[in-house]
């Protein structure tokens, strides 16, 4: 039996009797030996086949838990300064950023008015730079790390992960426009809109970052295998140049 209809077959037993702690070990240590992008590669092949997305839920259960660790797996593997490890540190301040801003946006629906004294104004908007600032984030994905995975063949997930800068790019844009034009909004208008824009980066760039941190960023060590590759990737990287929140890169 392959590796994916071993999967299925897991997966049938899932659906049909839950997660039993059996079925919980047979599907942990099916999942341990497959690669975080097999396994993508696997739950596609499976959606493709007919199977209902939602029927993968369990499997997703599971192949989280195995993913908290591969984070860590990975950041043993590269020293400071690597180029996965930079990344991996301006999610950190990023995700931080979304704390932020979920909570800043929680404070101004609570609001009946605007009053410029109010210091959620001015944080709302610095925020909003900060998080547009990751553009040489990006860049950096985009132009050196993507572009080595592509010239080795994983074409899916960067292509994907592209589509999702594209897409955030304009909601940071957004959320930067409003933070910046409260005082010519109507205030109902303005907590509508910052409201919205706001829940969706907050998801999104999660949803997003963890992709890469625990999908895109291990399948990019794995295949890139190469030292010198990494080296020079890194100095291309210095050339794109970091964000004003990058720790030491
Ligand atoms: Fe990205
Ligand atoms: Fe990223």
């Given at each position: 039996m392959n590796k994916i209809d071993k999967l299925s077959s897991v997966l049938e037993k899932l659906n049909k009797n839950g997660v039993t702690?059996?079925?919980?070990?047979?599907a942990l240590d099916l999942v341990k030996t497959i690669t975080p992008l097999e396994l993508s590669q696997a739950e596609q092949?499976?959606?493709?086949?007919g199977m209902k997305p939602e029927d993968l839920r369990h499997l997703c259960d599971i192949h989280m838990e195995v993913l908290k660790d591969e984070l860590e797996k990975l950041k043993m593997k590269i020293s400071?300064?690597?180029?996965?490890?930079t990344l991996i540190n301006e999610h950190d301040r990023i995700l931080e950023f979304l704390i932020e801003l979920d909570d800043i946006n929680m404070r101004i629906?609570?609001?009946?008015s605007?009053?410029?004294?109010?210091?959620?104004?001015?944080?709302?908007?610095?925020l909003s730079i900060s998080i547009l600032d990751a553009e040489k984030h990006h860049q950096r994905e985009e132009d050196v790390l993507f572009m080595e995975m592509e010239d080795r063949e994983v074409t899916g997930p960067p292509r994907i992960m592209r589509m999702e800068h594209e897409d955030l790019r304009q909601k940071k844009a957004l959320l930067k426009k409003y933070a910046h034009d409260?005082?010519?909004?109507?205030?109902?208008d303005f907590k509508a809109n910052v409201d919205e824009v706001s829940k969706y980066i907050v998801f999104?760039?999660?949803?997003h970052i963890f992709k890469e941190n625990y999908i895109l960023y291990p399948t990019a060590l794995e295949t890139i295998e190469e030292n010198d590759v990494w080296n020079d990737m890194k100095n291309r990287c210095d050339d794109i140049g970091y964000c004003?929140?990058?720790?030491?890169y």
């Open positions: 702690p059996d079925i919980r070990d047979e092949q499976l959606i493709e086949k400071e300064g690597h180029v996965l490890n629906q609570n609001m009946n605007f009053n410029k004294d109010r210091k959620e104004f001015k944080r709302l908007r610095e409260v005082e010519n909004m109507n205030f109902d999104n760039l999660r949803d004003s929140f990058t720790p030491n």
